[in-house]
């Protein structure tokens, strides 16, 4: 987990923060797309829509993989006494589990039914449907955590204006040696 964790840490530094609310994107995107085509493939009889709504569906849990891993990674920096941001953070973790669960159980559906020549049943379609509801509610957690609370984000742009005022002071630091008139200050400074 390592490489993995020093990644997820190189790629905050770069960004400012967590990059998890930026790789949500995906799956929550695939799967939307997904339920748009379920519902277009029930209006028309295309069968095209339910092959879209298969492969976006499955693009989705390929993004999902990378979702869990940072969120992961960004759960393990909220301390379990820090209320109510710990607490919101387990109910989106685990709310995002069930998604997936049904996102894949209406996957291997639809790869059945596909396999064997059928279009996609309405369990596949029901089951889809429900993670994609549910993703919204989790999504809007995941949202008042960083929004509300600053998870994920204020950790980092402490460090980052650490960092700035350090250097900074470097700087000043060193224009006082290069200045070669004495300080007006009234009271020498004590080291």
Not at 94 to 101: E, I
Not at 155 to 168: F, L, N, V, Y
Request: aromatic fraction near 4%; proline fraction near 6%; glycine fraction near 10%.
């Amino acid at each position: 987990m390592d490489p993995i964790t020093k990644a997820i840490d190189k790629t905050e530094e770069i960004l400012g923060h967590s990059p998890h609310p930026a790789i949500v994107a995906v799956p929550l995107g695939a799967w939307t797309v997904s339920n748009i085509c379920d519902g277009l493939g029930l209006l028309t009889g295309n069968e095209t829509f339910d092959d879209v709504a298969r492969v976006s569906m499955a693009i989705g849990l390929v993004g999902a993989a990378g979702a869990v891993v940072t969120g992961l990674h960004d759960y393990g920096y909220i301390p379990t006494d820090r209320q109510p941001s710990h607490e919101i953070a387990t109910t989106h973790g685990l709310g995002n589990a069930v998604v997936c669960s049904l996102f894949v159980t209406s996957y291997v559906l639809r790869t059945r039914d596909h396999a064997a020549g059928r279009r996609t049943d309405a369990t596949a379609r029901l089951l889809a449907l429900a993670g994609g509801a549910l993703s919204l509610y989790t999504a809007w957690l995941g949202g008042k955590l960083v929004e509300e609370y600053g998870e994920a984000v204020k950790p980092i742009i402490a460090r980052q204006k650490a960092e700035h005022d350090h250097h900074e002071d470097d700087a000043r630091r060193g224009r006082e040696r290069l200045n070669p008139t004495p300080s007006l200050d009234p009271e020498p400074k004590q080291s």
